[in-house]
């Protein structure tokens, strides 16, 4: 069986479940104590994912490149603790505690507890790093859940040693959901799909599926150049910009936009049609802004430098005819997408003419990568 094949028969498997598939009902041994590490990388959205509904449920579904350089890593140690009543946990971040991070994994385990019960016989150290700049409009918050919930599910995995690896990434995918929505495609898989959508088999609000359809080679081991033109925290945090979309007067219209945007890159990413991903893939980008900027509160996420390195873009793709384009996530930085063939080119650009709109001159080189890693 090839793999596309394989892929599309655990695309179908995906398609049948439900939550409750994922409520843990017995384990088969026990544990006392134990350690584990794992690395999860940040995600960038195609087609974005921007408005949901309870339950961390997308309003619309959204597609991804898995990245490689920028990760979290977080290791989790537990211990069985006496009292099983409450959720108990230590936190370190880089190396400090952090304290104002413990009342979202708290959140967190609780939304998680109907699925993972054993979370109260444990008590959990939690340390996490970051390869990339927390709350700079790189997804901190996406590849910090899915490293964490990569961790749990190795626990439950070491409680129930029948768990199928297909069960094992779908249900992890499904947790992190539940910490972050675009963690969920932070889990497994060079391209991403979240959101039930009419032509992606086995596509699901519930968790991430890998993209069912082998991608040209033009896509292959892409390049994502990150311009950080703004490090410090985001103006907007996601969960607000999310809620805007409940009452906004264009929302009804941009959930549609995406059905069909993601429709039309299906066929690009099997095509290898660069011009088409290039004008997707920006107005997908200035999109996501737009609903921000006619949202009730308004916001403008965008910097003057945002805006000067997209028209420098503009002008070296028209003069050079080299197929590189940008994005946005819910901030000012911008990721430059390009082939590998033509890496050398557009670093080149990117030094001479767009590092001095970033803040200190940063920048930082990704690529699409595999998905999160047993350290």
């Known amino acids: 069986m090839s793999n596309t094949s394989k892929k599309v028969s655990l695309l179908k498997l995906n398609f049948m479940r439900t939550e409750t598939d994922f409520i843990a009902k017995s384990f088969s041994t026990t544990i006392d104590n134990g350690t584990y590490t794992w690395s999860a990388p940040s995600n ?3 087609v974005k994912y921007w408005g949901k509904k309870a339950h961390q449920i997308p309003s619309n579904p959204s597609i991804s490149l898995t990245l490689n350089a920028c990760k979290t890593i977080t290791k989790l140690s ?4 006496e009292d099983k009543t409450t959720f108990s946990f230590d936190l370190v971040f880089e190396g400090q505690p952090k304290e104002d991070f413990k009342p979202k994994i708290q959140k967190f385990f609780e939304r998680i507890e109907l699925y993972c019960p054993f979370l109260k016989q444990y008590h959990f150290s939690i340390d996490t790093q970051n390869t990339f700049p927390h709350s700079s409009g790189i997804a901190s918050s ?3 859940m899915a490293a964490l919930a990569m ?6 995995k070491a409680l129930n040693q029948e768990m199928t690896d297909d069960y094992f990434y779908s249900k992890a995918s499904f947790l992190a959901r ?4 675009s963690a969920c495609r932070s889990i497994k898989g060079e391209v991403v799909v979240w959101g039930i959508h009419a032509e992606i088999e086995g596509s699901s609000d519930l968790f991430g599926v890998e993209f069912p359809v082998a991608v040209h080679s033009n896509f292959k081991n892409f390049q994502d150049t990150i311009l950080l033109v703004d490090k410090g925290e985001k ?8 809620d805007l979309m409940h009452n906004h007067p264009f929302a009804e219209q941009r959930f549609q936009q995406a059905h069909e945007n993601l429709s039309k890159l299906k066929t690009v990413l099997e095509t290898g049609d660069l011009d088409a991903f290039v004008q997707i893939v920006e107005s997908e980008a200035l999109t996501l802004h737009a609903m921000m900027m006619t949202s009730m509160p308004y916001f403008i996420l965008m910097k003057p430098n945002t805006l000067e390195i997209i028209n420098r873009i503009w002008e ?9 384009c940008f994005t946005l996530d ?18 080149q650009f990117i030094k001479n003419e767009l590092i001095g709109y970033c803040q200190n001159g940063q920048y930082i080189c990704d690529a699409i990568g595999q998905g999160s890693l047993l350290i």
């Open 78 to 81: 537990f211990n069985a603790k």
């Open 316 to 324: 070296f793709r028209r003069t050079s005819n080299i197929s590189v």
């Open 235 to 242: 103006q907007v945090s996601s969960t607000v910009g999310h």
């Open 44 to 46: 960038i959205a195609l």
């Open 178 to 181: 539940l910490g972050s929505g």
């Open 142 to 144: 996406a590849s910090g």
């Open 151 to 156: 961790n749990i599910m190795s626990l439950e």
């Open 330 to 347: 819910a901030g000012a930085n911008v990721h430059v997408l390009y082939p590998e063939n033509d890496s050398v080119k557009v670093l």
